[in-house]
């Protein structure tokens, strides 16, 4: 398996502007995580999915963010409309179901709003 | 919802020696804790984690260590090599929602 797999990798978008990211979960997973980083704030967990259906949204910072998991295999993060303040590193993790298994991240989508 | 407070921010050793971070948790439900390893520029990484019925594990040059009733666990490197620098980040993990710390940048200067 070639691991979760992100698109883009990076992305630099004008403000005001739709920006879709992508994330393809590691095959058999059923718990997908989509977390942003930044210096100021870390690792922020946004939402999660478990076998397909949004379990937590609660870290969604506002109604211009949205996550779809129509598949097991296929889930978007798009900001609309962006803004400066959401230039960070996207990632997506994906997991078994169960407590405790481990999270696997993929590489991550750099956006830059400018 | 849960809180992780993790400390250092940053920490720099002389190569060999060891290296200890620190984190707290709040919610006593919260029974699995990994640590991730965030090398420059590339994806967090699980490096080694531990259940709330264990006390201790160790991997090698790296244990953890957790106490359930002071809400607090710990990472140690022991004779660290430049190869450990990084940002680690302590996590707690309650209903598969993992809250994580806000990283330790380790540096160990050869």
């Known amino acids: 398996d070639a691991g979760v797999i992100q698109s883009p990798r990076h992305e630099v978008t004008e403000m005001g502007q739709e920006v879709t990211l992508r994330c393809k979960p590691i095959?058999?997973?059923?718990?997908l995580f989509w977390y942003r980083q930044t210096m100021m704030r870390g690792l922020e967990l946004l939402i999660y999915f478990n076998n397909n259906v949004p379990i937590d949204d609660s870290g969604m910072p506002e109604d211009r963010f949205s996550a779809k998991m129509p598949n097991a295999s296929f889930s978007t993060l798009k900001i609309q409309p962006s803004e400066p303040r959401d230039s960070a590193v996207y990632f997506c993790?994906?997991?078994?179901?169960?407590?405790?298994?481990?999270?696997?991240f993929g590489q991550g989508t750099r956006l830059t709003v400018v | 919802g849960e809180n992780v407070e993790q400390h250092p921010s940053t920490l720099s050793v002389q190569e060999g020696d060891s290296a200890v971070i620190k984190c707290t948790y709040s919610d006593s439900a919260s029974n699995y804790f990994p640590w991730y390893k965030q090398e420059l520029g590339k994806r967090p990484q699980l490096i080694i984690d531990?259940?709330?019925?264990?006390g201790e594990k160790k991997d090698q040059r790296i244990a953890v260590t957790l106490n359930k009733t002071a809400k607090h666990f710990s990472l140690h490197i022991t004779e660290t090599q430049p190869e450990d620098s990084a940002v680690y980040f302590c996590a707690a993990n309650l209903y598969q929602k993992v809250t994580f710390g806000t990283g330790t940048k380790l540096q160990v200067i050869p």
């Open positions: 095959s058999g997973h059923n718990s």
């Open positions: 531990i259940r709330s019925n264990v």
């Open positions: 993790a994906s997991s078994f179901s169960q407590q405790g298994a481990e999270a696997f």
